[in-house]
């Protein structure tokens, strides 16, 4: 595929057209794609946005391109700009087309030597990282809140819970001949309200929902 040399603040540049049909897909797709990684994209590095009369200008050297006629902001993909769709594709066309586009185009061989890019490489591998290192970090958070979920209450909060009983049950019958009655109900609800064996497995962070249940508890 031949594609027309287009230069921007002296980097050879394509248009999103011009890279979709590289990699062989969907204009859209390319937009999609920018929009959705939006923060990973850098102006000047990945792209450049023209508008206004910068676009202007760029349209009415290319008036044959019916691709252009509509758009009120032309997205320019740099090298860079090019690698990261292509790895945000994901797929083995895409980095075939890649590395077509580097050979034929960007003449990106020549710049793998020079400190500006190997520091732009970095940068990606460093927010490839980041970004797997901020996952894991979530990952575990969720697994600990989980695990904390399953904890039951240890003897100090069962005596909290015992307490709230005691002071129910003495609230509802004077009578201490038919207490019993009254704390084995109030026990009984508490299991089928928690749905456990018994009220020592009431979860730790349901402790303050037990309590509140066994004030309520009319019978």
Known sequence: MELQAI???????????????SFNVNPKIINRNFQRNKVHYEQGKHFFALTGEDLKGFKAERQEDASLKFVS???????????????????EK?????????????????????????????????LEMAEKINKMEKGMMTIQTQMQNQIT????????????????????????????????????????????KSYRDVKQHQLQKAIRFVEKWNG
């Open 94 to 126: 895409a980095r075939e087309a890649y590395s077509a586009l580097v050979d034929g185009y960007y003449n990106l061989a020549d710049k793998m030597k020079s400190p500006e890019f190997l520091i732009a490489i970095q940068d990606e591998k460093i």
């Open 73 to 91: 902001v032309l997205y320019l993909w740099t090298e860079q700009g090019a690698w990261l769709h292509a790895k945000s594709l994901n797929n």
């Open 153 to 196: 209450l240890n003897s100090g909060e069962q005596r909290r819970l015992q307490k709230a009983v005691g002071e129910r049950a003495f609230t509802l019958e004077k009578d201490s001949t038919a207490r019993g009655q009254v704390f084995r109900g109030i026990y009984s609800a508490i299991k089928k309200q928690f749905a456990v």
């Open 7 to 21: 230069e921007q603040s002296g980097k050879r540049v394509l248009t999103t057209s011009q890279l979709a049909e």
